[in-house]
């Protein structure tokens, strides 16, 4: 991997597409958005929003990072969806065979859980391990993997846990904290490339996300026009997202709006004349009256 393909993972995962997600969630969950009690104005909430999602998305981002390493290493990546003894569907950050050995290992950013929370990673990695191990038995080798070596908050639990899983399934596993992980798989220089590239890559990045579509109308209308129906209705039919100011701090001066008005008006079917009809009412009530 180079760093070309590093951010361009990165890049996918956390700011590709981002308008789209922004709107789908005001149009789905408008109550995290507006109300009278919640001490943030519109376009706080939206930055604070953006910015939490951008940290989600960073652990999607990295799983693919890491699989990809993997795979230039010279493993071989196994489906990673499978059913539990229960018939449950799991889902493994990653799962790999050197041929010999199966790796299975699951991955978090930090270790800063609370107690419950604590005990359900525990919970789900002996699930997954219970039903690998069907399977693989004394060929597995489970692996906790968290990204950031700063936190080790639950660190002893862990290795407790852990230590009493191999003990009861006769398998080996571990607990990895950072660069641990790519010492094991003998690749301990790729660890500070990593750290690296993840600074550069931090450096190109805006101090705040840019939540004003309409300082590139064009580009903003692209990404958004082939939102589903459905998130425009939902958009254009909920008052409030309008009134508390929401949509006036998306789309500043009402541009991209229109620019989606008259895609709207170029469709012939019922359900784009429809969103024609609500978008142009907002238009003209939100950004053309005084």
Known sequence: MNYKKFSAILNKHILLNEKKEVLKSLANNPERFIGLFRPTKPRAKLLQYLLQSHEIRMGDALEEILEEIFKKLGYKTLNKNFSSTTRDNLLLDQFFTDGKKYFFIEQKIRDDHDSSKKRGQISNFETKLDSLYKNFSSNLVGIMFFIDPELSKNKNFYLNELKRLEDFYGVELHLFYGKQLLDYFKQPKLWDRL????????????????????????????????????????????????????????????????????????????????????????????????
Do not use: A
Request: hydrophobic letters at 35%; proline letters at 3%.
């Open 195 to 290: 750290l690296s590239w993840l600074e550069k890559w931090k450096e190109s990045l805006p101090e705040l996300p840019e939540i004003n579509f309409d300082s590139s109308p064009k580009k903003s209308f692209q990404e958004v026009k082939d939102l589903e129906l459905r998130y425009w209705k939902k958009i254009l039919s909920n008052e409030k997202l309008w009134e508390q100011g929401l949509m006036k701090v998306l789309f500043k001066d009402g541009t991209t709006l229109k620019l989606l008005k008259d895609y709207f008006s170029s469709k012939s079917s019922q359900s784009f004349k429809q969103l024609e009809k609500l978008l142009n009412e907002k238009i003209k009530k939100y950004f053309e009256e005084n």
